[in-house]
């Protein structure tokens, strides 16, 4: 039976992927809640299999006992208060990535799997597999140096670490400040939507469902063959302006918006 470290198990992702997980392995999970952010108890299933631990993983992670598997799925991940907020933004989430890297090199796992996003390569057009990291927000650029030290560390320390990149993940109990939630809830109560331009385009994204992305950590860590770094694409290329036209056929409300340039 494998033991299981997960961080952020509380939040959307780390939620969703530890019910993803529970009912397909017979793994045994410690999920590390520090309950500073937007986590809620509500999220992290109740199950005899899941031991949850509180702590700030600002700090260094106390003695827990080896781990066959890491899932590092803890961070500070909304582009608008990375921009407000920058300095704490960027500090949580380099001080947390230190805090598992250092667990990790005192008690080496089989595999630490540090969960990224495919924003560290920065505005459409830059390739992901030429794997230039230009983040364009404090958000990205937070990952990346995340990225980095995990780098660091495999190569410094021989941390066996797997980076993932993915689009952007959607589905149950996300944030009301992500873009799809936030759309829901403007449609819902008949409230104007802001949908932002840039140079006249339409912002567009990947939108990747966050069963699609447990499904992949999962099938990593079953079949992992030493590749250090995986991409998690999602579905179809939508633009905002289509993903809030579809919110509002699906919900068989009028869609009110509004095209905002921003420079």
């Excluded at 045994?28 to 937007?38: D, L, N, P, Q």
């Excluded at 582009?79 to 598992?100: A, G, H, K, Y």
């Amino acid at each position: 039976m494998k033991r299981v470290l997960i961080t952020g198990a509380s939040g959307f992702i780390g939620s969703n992927v530890l019910k993803y997980m529970l009912p397909r392995t017979d793994w045994e999970f410690t999920a590390i809640c520090s309950w500073r952010h937007k986590g809620s108890p509500l999220n992290v299933p109740r199950d005899k299999r899941v031991d949850v631990v509180t702590h700030d993983l600002r700090g260094p992670i106390p003695e827990l006992g080896h781990f066959d598997y890491i899932l590092n799925l803890a961070s500070e991940s909304h582009v608008d208060r990375s921009i407000q907020q920058p300095v704490t933004f960027v500090e949580n989430n380099i001080r947390l990535m230190l805090s598992v890297l250092e667990y990790a090199r005192r008690s080496p796992p089989d595999v630490l799997l540090q969960f990224s996003t495919d924003e560290v390569f920065g505005m459409p057009g830059i390739s992901a597999s030429e794997g230039v990291c230009v983040p364009s927000n404090p958000y990205a650029a937070s990952k990346a140096c995340q990225e980095m030290l995990a780098m660091a560390y495999r190569s410094t320390y021989d941390v066996p670490v797997v980076i993932t990149n993915s689009n952007n993940v959607v589905g149950p109990n996300q944030d009301p400040e992500k873009f799809v939630p936030k759309l829901i809830g403007l449609i819902e109560q008949n409230r104007p939507v802001q949908i932002h331009t840039f140079g006249g385009e339409l912002g567009k994204r990947f939108y990747n469902p966050v069963d699609n992305v447990a499904d992949a950590l999962l099938f990593i860590l079953n079949g992992f063959d030493g590749h250090e770094q995986c991409s998690i694409p999602g579905g179809v290329e939508m633009d905002n302006l289509e993903m809030a036209i579809l919110i509002s056929e699906i919900l068989e409300m009028q869609l009110h918006y509004e095209l905002v340039e921003v420079s």
